[in-house]
């Protein structure tokens, strides 16, 4: 028989990472749209250097996986002291604001492909009637080469919007507490006395079963409105530095 009250509990401590999970989303797709059209004018560029600048960039982050990007941005960036003295530290230092650049040269790459596809398929023929019309620059790309392209291009980039919201599911990797990151959390509801036993066959619980198993639903709620701060990160990873003194990847000042 399904619990139907602790698929209720689990429903309500998810919730709150929602937010979390489509305003990344959200602001990873509006700033990657926004590098991805450079990019794409960049590729389709005659000009050598950018062509080759803008093709290296897409076939970095295309060709590495997005976990490995998001890993490197996290805990690769602290290793570099000029980089913690820099002015953008106090974001970089932040798991959300890494996660938000990892996702968001990812979908950079990845769209300028799309806007790079919807651009090269504007028939010839059209643009050639444009110009006979009198159009030329700005109302030509305004009026016939824009609209054609993000028409042509507006399937694909829905489809990457939708693989976004599911590859926000890799911000747990880097301590962000979104909706994967806090279904991980109720996985390990496991080793409370009382889980175990509905899944071996109880169909009840006692009620300080159940107190317990709601009260750790609720300090798993409770981490998405007050995450960790940085002070309470490095203290919890310190004893995991290594004693030889080295910057250990998991420590970030």
Known sequence: MIDLAFLLECFRTILPGVPTTFGLTALSVSVG???AVPLALARLSAIAPLHLIA???VFVFRGTPLAIQMSLIY???AQFPWIRASVPWPYLREPFW???LALMLNTAAYGSEIVGGGLLSVPVGQIEAARAAGMSGL????RIVAPIALRNALPAYGAEIILMVKATSLASMVTLIEVTGLEARINHLDDVSGVRGL???????SRHQLHARRSRLAG???LVARPASASEFRSASSSKAPTSGALCPCWRP
Do not use: E, P, Q, S
């Open 33 to 35: 749209f926004v590098f």
């Open 55 to 57: 093709r290296a960039y």
């Open 75 to 77: 805990f690769g960036l």
């Open 98 to 100: 890494c996660a938000f």
């Open 139 to 142: 109302l030509l790309v305004r």
């Open 199 to 205: 899944r071996g066959g109880r169909r009840h619980l």
């Open 220 to 222: 798993h709620a409770a």
